[in-house]
């Protein structure tokens, strides 16, 4: 079917609602709901995936163990740039 057929088909199909409000309602809540989940599915993945690897025990027990002063971090750009994410 071409497009203006296609048109005219949900145009024949809305006129009985259109004197609803009610109707009308509902139907706006469907028409953005499609138009919403058609920008969800075209949008491009931006997240940056990354690979999970498994941590060797005797690394992961010393998580969380280290600990640096204020000093520390003002003098390391690096070190204030990797603990602030």
């Known amino acids: 079917m071409a497009a203006v057929q296609l048109r005219e088909e949900l145009f024949r199909e809305m006129n009985p609602m259109l ?3 009610v109707m009308l309602r ?3 809540v ?3 709901g499609l138009f919403a989940q058609q ?3 075209t949008k491009p993945d931006t997240r940056i995936k990354y690979r999970v ?3 060797s025990p005797l690394l992961e027990k010393w998580s969380g ?3 640096f002063s ?3 971090r003002a003098d390391d750009p690096r070190l204030n740039a990797i603990l602030s994410k």
Do not use: I, K
């Open 19 to 21: 004197d609803s409000e």
């Open 30 to 32: 469907f028409v953005r």
């Open 70 to 72: 204020d000093r520390e």
């Open 53 to 55: 690897e498994a941590v």
């Open 65 to 67: 163990c280290v600990q």
């Open 26 to 28: 509902q139907m706006l």
């Open 39 to 41: 920008q969800v599915e």
